[in-house]
């Protein structure tokens, strides 16, 4: 999560966590036209036409160990990272986090490896569902029907398939031998 010492959010909804009653609280939020513009911006999206979350907090243990649950829905548009075109989806993503003040005391009542740090009284959790919307997109969205083995890539270039590249065997992954071609010949 961003410090406070950071830019303000676009998206900010925020809780006095004093005020949280003891058999927490729901809440639905919903984006406004600036702050759709903003997160878009940050994130690097075409647009942000929609982004709404209904969220509930609870303390597991209180004033020590928090629970945020809830959903969130979006509707994005990013450029296809093959033809730049314009790619609209639907992000639809659970939200499921536990923060602690103190994560290693908090260790018999949440994951430490899972707990995010819980260092003030307020928590802003329309910061909270912009992140989880971050986490959420498409790092690769590509348009419908494009081939991208129909590209003519530059020298030494060559496309790979989501399973070649994550299987570490990579055809003509020898980047001298591409390099030693490009010399000129005398």
Known sequence: MRHESDIAPEFSVTVALDDLPDEGARYALCADEAARA?????????????????????????????????????????????????????????IDLCFARDIDSAAEVVDPDSAEPLDS????????????????????????????????????????????????EQPGNRPFEVLAGLRPKH
């Open 38 to 94: 903003g997160l878009a911006a940050r994130f690097g999206l075409v647009s942000l036409d929609r982004l709404e979350a209904e969220v509930s907090l609870s303390w597991v243990r209180r004033d020590e160990v928090l629970s945020l649950s809830g959903r969130l829905s979006a509707d994005v548009v990013q450029n296809c990272v093959v033809t730049l075109e314009p790619v609209r989806s639907t992000v639809e993503e659970e």
């Open 121 to 168: 009284d307020i928590l802003d959790i329309g910061e909270v569902v912009a992140e989880e919307l971050s986490l959420a997109l498409d790092p690769y969205p590509r348009a419908p029907g494009v081939d991208p083995k129909a590209l003519r890539l530059g020298p030494g270039a060559t496309y790979l398939t989501e399973e070649e590249a994550g299987s570490g």
